[in-house]
Each structure stands twice: as C-alpha cells, then as structure tokens.
C-alpha cells in the first residue's frame, strides 16, 4: 500500500505487517483492518490474475545501485546461485530471491570500513 512517500505491505496468509516506511501506528491499524477485512477478496483476485505463476514487484528506490543506473543497464541480468538471487554484472549488483519476497530494501551502509 503506497501514498504519497509511505509505504507498507501486508502478507495476507495469515494477515501480519512484512514493512513499513513512514505510516503511523494508527495508520497501520486501519490498513491492517482494511486488509483483514478484504483478505478473501484480495487472494481471489491475486490467484485469478496470476493463477499459477506469480509477479514481485518492489520499489526501485529500494535499490540505490539500480535506481542511479540506466535502463540499458538494469535489462543486463542474470539468475545467479542456482535461483538464489539476480545479478547484474554491468551495475555489480546482486538481489538475492528471499530478499526480494520479504520485501527487503537494499542494506545501508555507513562508508566506514
């Protein structure tokens, strides 16, 4: 769920909070109850349009290294670890699979070594 900079998301089996970027504590309270209540509709529709196969999709932002480079560039990549995660050689950038299924942002680093 976005608006404007905030940004959450919800599993939905069972119903639980996977991240939040900027909505207040009572703001997730109301999404949370939004998603309970429309949990059933929401799986029926995601299996409906999907069916088997299913899509990821995570912000871009998440990912500095790829968000600064070109398209070009971003089409670049290759399954690496045998399925364990993406790698893009042109950008030296690597997203491992269950990163990208938490919904995990890109970690930050300080610059110290």
Not at 26 to 43: A, C, D, F, N, P
Not at 74 to 79: M, S, V
């Amino acid at each position: 769920m976005d608006r404007d900079d905030l940004s959450a998301k919800f599993w939905l089996t069972p119903v639980a909070l996977a991240r939040n970027f900027g909505f207040t504590a009572v703001e997730l309270r109301k999404l949370q109850s939004l998603v309970e209540q429309h949990r059933h509709g929401l799986l029926e529709e995601w299996s409906e349009h999907f069916g088997i196969e299913s899509c990821i999709s995570v912000p871009l932002a998440w990912y500095p290294k790829l968000l600064r480079a070109t398209e070009e560039l971003r089409k670049n990549w290759k399954i690496a670890g045998g399925g364990y995660g993406i790698h893009w050689p042109d950008v030296d950038e690597d997203l491992s699979t269950e990163g990208l299924l938490r919904g995990a942002p890109a970690p930050q680093h300080s610059g110290r070594v």
